[in-house]
Nanobody, 123 residues
Framework: QVHLVESGGGLVQAGDSLRLSCAAS????????MAWFRQAPGKEREFVAT????????YYADSVKGRFTISRDNAKNTVYLQLNSLKPEDTAVYYC????????????????WGQGTQVTVSS
């Protein structure tokens, strides 16, 4: 089992950058594939990025490719999401998630979720 806590969100202007962190409890963090999702008001939760257990493989949604970078530090039990060149349409609550089985793009396939951190991008 793993408990996830996100941090790093905030209010920024278009073009700015943020780094989100997701700290995990437990001694088995390196056994989980990790991902970031986001949910804007009135919209479904959408996939942003995923990273494999070792960090050797990553995958991004087309909408963030080239602007966002997912990474992890298994020694610190933390996964990160670097958000660059932010746009107003990136405004959402960002969630990290963990999966025992694979690096998926569907939220329902993730076992563990954090509480989310708000990112607001003004134009």
């Amino acid at each position: 089992q793993v408990h996830l806590v996100e941090s790093g969100g905030g209010l920024v202007q278009a073009g700015d950058s943020l780094r989100l962190s997701c700290a995990a409890s437990g001694r088995t963090f390196s056994s989980y594939h990790m991902a970031w999702f986001r949910q804007a008001p009135g919209k479904e939760r959408e996939f942003v990025a995923t990273i494999s257990r070792t960090g050797g493989s990553t995958y991004y949604a087309d909408s963030v490719k080239g602007r966002f970078t997912i990474s992890r530090d298994n020694a610190k039990n933390t996964v990160y999401l670097q958000l660059n060149s932010l746009k107003p349409e990136d405004t959402a609550v960002y969630y990290c998630a963990g999966s025992n089985n694979g690096a998926y793009t569907l939220p329902r396939l993730y076992n563990y979720w954090g509480q989310g951190t708000q990112v607001t991008v003004s134009s």
